[in-house]
């Protein structure tokens, strides 16, 4: 029997963005935390960024360079920080396969 309700369940994620409920940070900490679980520097250094985001002593630009610097290669991360941003910033990377430049033997 079909449920109209959950066609389509997913959405651009656009929306998502604005709705971000304690919910949502939680288990992305959680994430985070998981997937650093033998680097635990790098969780500490991802709450202090995150901290120094909230008191506004960095900007969002420099929120999204500190997080690309410290998730390097954990896609997934990067892109999930995308949640905590403000409307009209977003971090993109480049599509997944292409090989990165200038890394010739």
């Known amino acids: 029997s079909g ?3 959950t066609a389509g369940g997913g959405g651009t994620g656009a929306a998502s963005v604005q709705k971000l409920t304690t919910n949502d940070a939680l288990a992305y900490l ?3 935390k998981e997937m650093f679980q033998d680097k635990k520097e790098k969780y ?3 709450l202090e960024v995150m901290k120094d985001f909230k008191a506004q002593r960095i900007d969002t630009s420099g929120v ?8 390097k290669g954990h896609r997934n991360l ?3 920080f995308n949640t905590f941003l403000p409307k009209g910033y977003e971090i993109t990377l480049p599509p997944e396969g292409e090989p990165p430049p ?4």
Not at 64 to 71: G, M
């Open 30 to 32: 959680k994430a985070v």
């Open 3 to 5: 449920h109209p309700q």
């Open 44 to 46: 500490e250094e991802f």
């Open 102 to 105: 200038a890394k010739k033997p």
């Open 64 to 71: 999204i360079t500190r997080v690309k610097e410290l998730f």
């Open 78 to 80: 990067i892109l999930g």
